[in-house]
């Protein structure tokens, strides 16, 4: 206590001006904000200083986009999310902006701001660079390869997941496609023995909502306050002990991997041994090579699911819409010997445009291209992007604007179809129609992103999304609850949008399943 009060009396004054610099700091922070980007035009100035302005963004994100987009929609504004000041910009500027270097604009500490990896440790950069190398140079050259084990997977895990339905049967969507889309991706991410394990099913399944409740629950702390709010967030620490679980069920399977490559056996085609014949390259442990199952996991499973339900229940009050479908796919599995291969596969156009007809209606996410700014820049058109700020485009307003596409509002199945083969007009004016399909990223379409970084599983995903529904649509038939014709609606948390995971569908087997 002595020695304590001696460095207060000695050093009291230094202390003193030091809490007044950072109290004056922190209420300048609070009352103003960052001005550096003070040029380019605020949305929500009126709920007055930058915490009001956080603070109304919880409740009102959506409006503050809408308000954003209408009143600039050429030119870049600014408003206040929950990590502090963004700006937002148009889609003209995207071409430009994403030939940026990666030392300007940094996706990598966008990811580092998005999934608070300060407080989690999430996204750690050389797993990630090993993830992306592993889904481009193995997963999606494999693709064709694996595609009839894929096939075979996705008609046998349907069977398991639904019920008989001899006659209608009550279905919960969103949990039971989770646990459809978990199983197939397991079985080539880990292996067919492996992924029906229900420790790999809560590895897999439960890690996902873990980070997602864990992020959200510790950004409604204001950001500098996290590092105290992580001790105070059960989600947080229940994140940590599941990830200590799942490495715990992971790391036996690696080392039996191990053993059988030493001992010379016939080794599995799957993303876990793609791994193990690459991890010494790069450098990685076991406990990294876990670490990397599990988010490939997050990234895949929760994602591929969503998109699933989402389209299923745009379906399942369309029965036109499923009967043209059905026709289609039943067409082209003809002409393919009733093997759905990739080429089937590309070949079921109208599957394909239903598919992306309903990313475009259930667009998921308010915002795509989230960027870093690590070193200013100045724009084309004079915009400055000042080093520090996160930048991201409104695609979710882009894809429903009537600027961009005719009757935004209309679910039309045939839209994306249509366009591919040159019988409605496209406004915007693409040379190669194929710029239309599912997979493909655009400055206007950025569901999978854009640019050197947009999501390089989008092609494993389109594969097992077609082969989930195309199963789905030709052994059973659909419909609503008694009482209900309209589309469920979808659930909206901040700037995301999500189906109900709640509600359910009547199925029952087709009278002439294929």
Not at 44 to 61: D, L, P, Q, V
Not at 63 to 80: H, M
Not at 475 to 491: I, K
Request: proline share 4%; glycine share 4%; with cysteine.
């Amino acid at each position: 206590m002595e020695v304590i009060a001696k460095v207060l009396e000695e050093r009291g004054p230094v202390l003193a001006s030091v809490a007044v610099i950072l109290t004056t700091v922190f209420l300048a922070t609070l009352l103003f904000g960052n001005d550096s980007a003070s040029n380019i035009p605020l949305v929500g100035s009126e709920y007055g200083n930058a915490e009001k302005r956080r603070k109304a963004f919880i409740t009102n994100g959506y409006d503050f986009y809408k308000k954003g987009y209408n009143l600039f929609k050429s030119k870049a504004f600014r408003l206040t999310a929950l990590d502090g000041d963004r700006i937002v910009l148009p889609r003209n500027l995207m071409e430009e902006v994403r030939q940026l270097p990666d030392d300007v604009i940094d996706i990598n500490k966008a990811f580092d701001v998005m999934n608070e990896h300060k407080y989690l440790n999430m996204g750690d950069r050389k797993l990630t660079e090993f993830l992306i190398h592993i889904i481009r140079s193995d997963l999606t050259r494999s693709l064709v390869r694996i595609n009839p084990r894929l096939s075979e997977e996705t008609a046998k895990t349907i069977r398991e997941e639904l019920p008989p339905c001899d006659d209608w049967t009550s279905v919960v969507v969103y949990q039971t496609v989770l646990r459809m889309v978990a199983t197939i991706s397991g079985a080539i991410f880990i292996g067919p023995e492996l992924c029906r394990s229900e420790d790999y099913l809560k590895a897999s399944i439960g890690y996902t909502l873990d980070f997602v409740n864990a992020v959200n629950k510790l950004k409604q702390w204001h950001k500098w306050w996290r590092w105290v709010g992580r001790y105070f967030t059960p989600e947080v620490d229940k994140l940590f002990a599941d990830r200590k679980d799942a490495h715990k069920f992971l790391r036996p399977v690696i080392e039996q991997r191990r053993a059988a490559m030493k001992a010379g056996q016939e080794l599995p085609d799957d993303t876990l041994q793609w791994m193990l014949n690459k991890v010494d390259e790069f450098g990685l442990t076991d406990d990294a090579l876990a670490e990397t199952q599990l988010n490939l996991s997050m990234a895949a499973i929760h994602t591929t699911t969503l998109t699933v339900t989402m389209i299923l229940y745009d379906l399942v009050v369309r029965p036109d819409v499923v009967e043209k479908v059905r026709e289609e796919i039943r067409s082209v599995l003809a002409a393919h010997d009733g093997v759905m291969t990739s080429h089937a596969l590309f070949d079921m156009k109208l599957l394909d445009s239903v598919m992306k007809e309903s990313q475009r209606v259930n667009p998921g996410s308010m915002i795509r291209f989230q960027r870093y700014v690590a070193k200013p820049v100045t724009l084309s058109d004079g915009t400055h992007l000042p080093a520090g700020y996160m930048i991201e485009t409104p695609h979710a307003l882009t894809v429903q604007d009537p600027q961009v596409y005719r009757n935004p509002e209309v679910f039309d199945a045939h839209r994306f179809l249509n366009l591919r083969n040159g019988t409605s007009e496209d406004l915007l004016g693409y040379k190669n129609k194929e710029q239309h399909q599912f997979v493909t990223v655009t400055k206007d379409f950025m569901h999978f992103g854009y640019g050197r970084h947009s999501c390089p599983g989008r092609f494993f995903a389109a594969n097992e999304i077609k082969l989930i529904l195309a199963r789905i649509l030709l052994d059973y038939d659909m419909r609503m609850p008694d009482g209900l014709t309209e589309r469920y609606a979808n659930l909206k948390m901040g700037t995301n949008a999500f189906p109900d995971p709640t509600k359910e569908v009547l199925f029952r087997r087709a009278q002439t399943a294929a």
